[in-house]
Each structure stands twice: as structure tokens, then as C-alpha cells.
């Protein structure tokens, strides 16, 4: 039995998939223009992209503008992500300076959850998950494949993985190369929601392909999907307006 996780106001992994959206900005003037956009959007939750901003690699500089965001939307459920580059984000941190960015984060208070990539070594992960949840922060245990789709049972095992490392949410990215890759991605999901998630996952397929992934999650078994403000922060991601007209029409049919 999936128990959904209570963000703030929010209630992840129950009813109507929640929508995320990121920001993107290089420097504090951009994110607070993405910020002010997002709100009138009426997002349910932000994730910022850490890697994107220009001063990623400044521990104080990151919480600073952290603490800004924060003052910026609100009571909005915050997710502090830094994608490194070999899961498709703009930047690489050094592990040690990872852990330090992620638990600077969570103890900030600033951010309601933490996104921490499952393909870190597994002590770094059980570290940081501890850390976080001391710190009353939730955190995304994440995996993305910008390339490829593997085998249900790969992605079964991988989402497995995250739940059993501690994580709130697993989360899963990955990128077809054909319509049956997406399905697998669907049918893993599937499966995993009804054999071995006791807890709320994230899941989509990227691409133009994958789109119908992001729409689909009530009906399968994903709990948040990404839509795009002005700029996408991955391929395949809708604009929230339709993200949040399709998300309905598919609850009132279900
Ligand atoms: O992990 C994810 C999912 C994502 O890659 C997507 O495909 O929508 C977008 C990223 O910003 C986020 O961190």
C-alpha cells in the first residue's frame, strides 16, 4: 500500500499526478523572473537546477540564492537538485563536494527535498538520505539514462534499489529509442506499483516519444510528472497548462 508523501500542503503519490516544474536560471535575476513565471502557473511543486546556475561550484553563493528562492514562492514544495553531467546535467561536482552541496541543502531548511542520484556510491546515498531525513528533509533517490531504455526488470530493480536505500521517491528518466521502449518503461512502473512500492515513484519516459509518459502516470503509477515553463529541463516535457488539462481529463475518465 503506497503511503503518499505530505509536502508542505501537498499530498504526493495521491489523486491527480503532481506537477513540477524547473528552474533553470543562470544567475539569481533569471531564476527570480522563472520563479515569478512558475507561480503564475500555479505549479504544485519547484525543483530547482542547481547545475544550471552559474555559481553551482559556491556553497555559500548556492545557499544564498536558495534562501532566496525560498522567500520567492512561497509555501511551494522545494526540491534542490544537482543533475551531474553523466546523467544529463550541465555540470560536475566532486564528491565530496556533492555530499557537502546536498547536506548544506537539507539542513538549510530552505528546501523540502533533495535529489540524490542512485548511482553514487551506495554509502554516499545511505549518508545523505540519513542526513537529510535527521534534517526533516524528503529526499528523490534518482536515475537517468539520457540514451537508452534498459529491461523492465533493470528498471524494476533500480526503482527497488532507491526505496531500498531510503529514499521518499524513486525516480526514474529514461530515453526510448523506440514505442516499445516506452511501454516497458510503463509496464515497469506498472509492476513495481502493484509488487513492491510502499511509498510514491516518479517515473517518464524523455523524448517526443516518451511524452505520453508524463501524462499517463495516474493510470500506471507515477506520482509527479515534469512540465515545461519557457524552457524545458528535459526533452519531451509539456507545457503545464496542457500538462494540467490532460492530467484532469485522464482523472475524471479513471
Ligand atoms: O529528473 C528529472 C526529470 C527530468 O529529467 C525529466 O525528464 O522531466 C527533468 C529534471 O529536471 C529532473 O531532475
Known amino acids: 500500500m503506497v503511503q503518499p508523501l505530505i509536502i508542505r500542503d501537498i499530498a504526493i503519490g495521491e489523486g491527480i499526478p503532481k506537477i513540477c516544474a524547473s528552474l533553470i536560471g543562470e544567475t539569481a535575476s533569471q531564476l527570480k523572473e522563472e520563479a515569478h513565471v512558475l507561480i503564475t502557473e500555479s505549479v504544485d511543486v519547484i525543483e530547482w537546477r542547481v547545475d544550471f546556475f552559474?555559481?553551482?561550484d559556491d556553497k555559500s553563493?548556492?545557499?544564498?540564492?536558495?534562501?532566496?528562492?525560498r522567500s520567492w514562492i512561497g509555501n511551494i514544495p522545494l526540491v534542490f537538485t544537482f543533475r551531474s553531467k553523466k546523467e544529463g546535467g550541465e555540470k560536475e561536482l566532486e564528491r565530496e563536494a556533492y555530499i557537502a552541496l546536498n547536506k548544506a541543502a537539507a539542513m538549510s531548511g530552505y528546501a523540502d527535498i533533495i535529489d540524490v542520484e542512485l548511482?553514487?556510491?551506495e554509502a554516499d546515498v545511505k549518508e545523505l538520505v540519513e542526513f537529510a531525513h535527521a534534517h526533516k528533509?524528503?529526499?528523490?533517490?534518482?536515475?537517468?539514462?539520457?540514451?537508452?531504455?534498459?529491461a523492465k526488470e533493470e528498471i524494476i530493480s533500480r526503482l527497488r534499489k532507491a526505496q531500498?536505500?531510503?529514499?521518499?521517491?524513486?525516480k526514474i528518466a529514461l530515453m526510448p529509442q523506440s514505442m516499445a521502449d516506452v511501454i516497458t518503461l510503463l509496464d515497469a512502473v506498472q509492476t513495481m506499483k502493484e509488487q513492491y512500492a510502499d511509498r510514491p515513484i516518479i517515473a517518464m519516459s524523455m523524448g517526443g516519444q516518451g511524452s505520453v509518459s508524463r501524462?499517463?502516470?495516474?493510470a500506471f503509477g507515477s506520482a509527479l510528472t515534469f512540465g515545461a515553463a519557457k524552457k524545458a529541463s528535459a526533452p519531451g516535457q509539456i507545457p503545464i497548462k496542457n500538462l494540467k488539462t490532460v492530467l484532469t481529463i485522464l482523472h475524471e475518465s479513471l
Open 215 to 218: 501524462i499517463a502516470g495516474e
Open 54 to 56: 552559474e555559481k553551482a
Open 137 to 150: 528533509a524528503a529526499v528523490i533517490v534518482s536515475n537517468h539514462d539520457f540514451d537508452k531504455t534498459p
Open 61 to 69: 553563493e548556492v545557499l544564498q540564492t536558495l534562501a532566496s528562492i
Open 119 to 121: 548511482f553514487n556510491r
Open 164 to 170: 531500498e536505500l531510503g529514499g521518499d521517491l524513486p
